[in-house]
């Protein structure tokens, strides 16, 4: 009898503690998941992810790279710069990652664009080895060096900013100086897209 009551106490016993973990896996995902989010830049040039705000200097938007000419890293100048800003508005503290897309197909089909860039041609994967980039003035890549083949993107790099912090970041580019003629004349467009999330806060 007594073996029988220890073997029901065990299973209510072991149940409600499964019952507990479950409970607590499943509030921290929903709790998580509010603050986890992925955004790109848009033609208003601001995100919003909660009080979580990015701002894209770029004349629409988009980074729109073209009349690129092949030159050597010490004679790219100021030249098609482009420069964003993560501000955290919020109370938590955020993680983020940073990544380009290549939107030119997309980009060349629209009416408006379809025709003031009516004579160039896309930048396609074959030539991004000959599309170099510097990143917030790091060293200079190409933008092959930092595609990410199984995502179809560019990674560019994370951070975490605390309440109240701002990050600002430059994106250059030029053709590299052993480039093909067939590099002249032709256009990429790329979005900005972040990947955020709130840290998860420490229990004391």
Do not use: C
């Amino acid at each position: 009898m007594n073996r029988s009551l220890n073997k029901m106490i065990k299973k209510h016993t072991i149940l409600s503690i499964l019952t507990v973990i479950a409970v607590v896996m499943i509030t921290f995902g929903v709790s998580y998941s509010i603050f986890t989010t992925s955004h790109k830049n848009t033609s208003d040039q601001m995100i919003e992810i909660g009080d979580f705000d990015v701002s894209l200097t770029s004349t629409s938007g988009q980074i729109i790279v073209s009349d690129l000419y092949p030159t050597s890293v010490d004679n790219i100048g100021n030249n098609n710069i482009y420069s964003y800003t993560v501000t955290n508005n919020g109370d938590y503290s955020v993680y983020y990652t940073m990544y380009l897309t290549d939107y030119t197909s997309q980009f060349l089909q629209t009416g408006t664009n379809a025709t003031t860039y009516s004579q160039y041609s896309a930048v396609t994967s074959s030539d991004y080895p000959y599309l170099m980039h510097k990143f917030n003035s790091g060293a200079a890549a190409s933008l092959n060096s930092i595609y990410d083949s199984s995502n179809s993107r560019f990674n560019l790099g994370s951070n975490t900013l605390a309440p109240g912090g701002t990050a600002s970041y430059t994106i250059q580019f030029w053709l590299s100086d052993t480039s093909p003629n067939t590099m002249i004349g032709k256009i990429i467009a790329l979005n900005i897209n972040i990947d955020a999330a709130a840290v998860q806060q420490s229990s004391n």
